[in-house]
């Protein structure tokens, strides 16, 4: 019983030293030497916005060998609403103004749960997608609906059930001179320009599923005549990229940043008529767009910002590729209030080490 309890005290002191060098490691990993003469930081502010924003998500199917793409886009509205951010907890509250989204008539309804989430470390950039979609439209019937008038409006497809789960990290080289709080959170302010290459990988898993065809009828050259009703798809895929922002006179801004990813995906195409279904690894495409564009200040900024995804991938089809994209637009002004005593402990795991001037 005493050499249980000495082996077990043994383990307890060398878990406990193991676990204290891995939390030394993980902060070493992510917190940040912060150059201030390119960006000072306000996580210890308040920060409040007020914003506007659409985030939508969409699906494409393309045939090369017939140089034809059906596109299905969903009926998404337009939101108002306001944010906060303190340290690196945010939230932002939206609604639906229905006087400003009126085309139901036109374009249908779609019902959607959109948990698109861009998280912003100085050393990693963060994307998580949780996409339910219920009720899309053909964008483009003229070359799909035979006979089609512009009188008649969008062909609606209110049965087609869209998902996208999965999530996008990068890793941001020259993190102490370059932020992308400054210019997507607005809790920092970037003074000087600067970029920085960025590395990463991406994982999703993506379906799209109706009561019938995806492809409207009449059309039996394209996807050399399949008819089916649900595609799903599993990726990964690992990309580089860059960022740059380019300041001018200190308060305005002007960034954007583009990734290109290569990876694999396994893709499955159940036939609309029986339970058989096309299955094949093929190459799986990816890129993400960010553009911002604003006034930033000691206390006041001002920014529109811009975050798409896109991955496009083969089919087990030949010539052809399903194109899967989810995004998020957003319009917002605001001001930070400083606090006379932080509500959070300053120096936490993922907050940054400033840095003297030189």
Not at 136 to 146: C, H, S, W
């Amino acid at each position: 019983m005493r050499n249980y309890l000495l082996l077990s005290l043994l383990f307890a002191v060398t878990f406990s030293a193991s676990a204290q060098k891995k939390e030394s490691f993980i902060k070493r990993a992510l917190r940040t030497e912060n150059d201030t003469v390119y960006v000072t930081q306000y996580l210890t502010d308040v920060t409040l916005r007020m914003l506007g924003q659409r985030k939508y998500s969409y699906y494409d199917l393309n045939d090369h060998g017939q140089d034809k793409e059906l596109l299905y886009r969903p009926n998404n509205n337009i939101t108002v609403g306001v944010g906060a951010n303190y340290e690196l907890l945010g939230l932002n509250l939206v609604f639906n103004l229905p006087f400003i989204n009126k085309d139901n008539d036109e374009r249908g309804k779609t019902k959607f749960i959109d948990l698109q989430t861009h998280l912003y470390l100085r050393k990693l950039a963060i994307d998580l997608y949780g996409n339910f979609y219920k009720g899309f439209y053909i964008d483009n019937p003229a070359g799909f609906v035979p006979g089609y008038q512009s009188s008649d409006g969008y062909p609606k497809r209110g049965d087609l059930y869209h998902t996208n789960i999965g999530a996008n990290v990068q890793y941001i080289f020259n993190d102490s001179k370059f932020s992308y709080r400054a210019a997507f959170v607005q809790n920092e302010w970037q003074k000087r320009s600067a970029g920085s290459f960025m590395a990463g990988g991406e994982i999703y898993r993506m379906s799209m599923r109706g009561d019938s065809n995806l492809i409207p009828s009449g059309n039996p050259e394209f996807f050399d005549g399949n008819t089916f009703n649900k595609s799903s798809i599993f990726t990964v895929v690992g990309n580089v990229g860059y960022a740059y922002t380019l300041v001018v006179k200190q308060h305005f801004y002007l960034s954007g940043s583009l990734s290109g990813g290569l990876g694999v995906n396994s893709t499955a195409m159940k036939y609309e008529d029986s339970d058989d279904k096309l299955q094949e690894i093929g190459w799986q495409f990816n890129n993400t767009v960010r553009l911002a564009a604003g006034y930033n200040s000691d206390r006041y900024f001002a920014s529109v910002t811009y975050v798409e995804n896109i991955t496009r991938g083969q089919s087990p089809i030949a010539r052809t590729y399903q194109t899967f994209g989810a995004g998020t637009f957003r319009v917002s002004i605001g001001r930070r209030f400083g606090l006379k005593k932080p509500w959070i402990k300053p120096g936490s795991v993922l907050s940054s080490v400033e840095k003297k001037e030189e």
